[in-house]
C-alpha cells in the first residue's frame, strides 16, 4: 500500500533564534518541491514558538519537538510537558533519540511512557530505535532493534500505534558520515514492519511509516527512498540547510 512519506529535520542544539526563522521561512517557501511529502522542522526547544510563526499557522510545514516530559505538569526543572508543546504549535516529537539514550540515560519503559504520553496529548511521536556499532559487528542488530520496538511500543493500543512514526537510526551511522546501505537499512525497516505487526496487526504494520536516520544527505538519499519499508528520513546535519533538506524531501517525494 502507499504510505505518505514523512522527512523531519532534528535540529539539534544548533542555530539561534535568527537563523532559526530564516531557515523555517526557507522550507515553508519551498514546501511544494517536496510534494505530498510531510515535513516537520524540529528546532530546540526555545525556538518552537519562533518556527511555528515563521511557518505559518495552518502551514503544510509540521513543527515537532525534540524530547518531552511524560507528565503533564509538575516539578520537574528544566524539563517540557506535552502540552507545553502542543500550546507552542507543535504537532510532532521526537522521542528515544539515541544521543537522549546514550548521553542522558533514556530507557525503553521512559520512550514507552513518553509515548503514550505524546499520544494522549494528540502529538505524533517520532520514536527512535537503532543499534550500535559494537552491537551490529556482534551480529545482534535484530536482538537490539527486537527489543527497542517491543519494549519502546509494547502495550500501547493497535489504534494509537498506528498513529506511530518510527525512525531507524543505527548509532554507528549518526553524526559519521557513514551510512547503512540501503540493504542494510531496508533489512531492519522490514524487521520493523513485522514487529509492529506482532504487537498490534499486519494491517497496521502496512500502514504505520518507519524513516530512516543516519547521516542522510542529497547524494545518498535516492538509493535509501526506492526500498519498499523506507517511508522517509529523520535528518540530522543536513537539515540545516534549507537546499539539503529540501533535496531529501523532494528525493522521497519522486520515490512516490
Known sequence: MSRRKIVAGNWKMNLDRMQSRGLAAAVAARRSEAGTVELVLCPPAVYIETVAAAVGGGSTVGVGGQTMHDKPNGAFTGEVAPPMLVDLGCSHVILGHSERRTLFGETD???????????????????????????????????????????????????????????????????????????????????????????????????????????????????????????????????????????????FGRAG
Not at 553524526?175 to 496487526?201: F, Y
Open 109 to 251: 519503559a521512559a520512550v514507552n511512557a513518553k509515548t503514550r504520553a505524546a499520544l494522549n496529548a494528540g502529538l505524533t511521536p517520532i520514536v527512535c530505535v537503532g543499534e550500535t556499532l559494537e552491537e551490529r559487528e556482534a551480529g545482534r542488530t535484530a536482538a537490539v532493534v527486537t527489543t527497542q520496538v517491543e519494549s519502546s511500543l509494547g502495550g500501547i493500543p493497535a489504534a494509537d500505534l498506528e498513529k506511530v512514526v518510527i525512525a531507524y537510526e543505527p548509532v554507528w551511522a549518526i553524526g559519521t558520515g557513514k551510512v547503512a546501505t540501503p540493504q542494510q537499512a531496508q533489512e531492519v525497516h522490514a524487521l520493523i514492519r513485522e514487529l509492529v505487526a506482532g504487537l498490534a496487526s499486519a494491517p497496521i504494520a502496512e500502514r504505520v511509516r518507519i524513516q530512516y536516520g543516519g547521516s542522510v544527505k542529497p547524494d545518498n538519499v535516492a538509493d535509501l527512498a526506492a526500498q519498499p519499508d523506507i517511508d522517509g528520513a529523520l535528518v540530522g546535519g543536513a537539515s540545516l540547510k534549507a537546499d539539503d533538506f529540501m533535496a531529501i524531501a523532494a528525493a
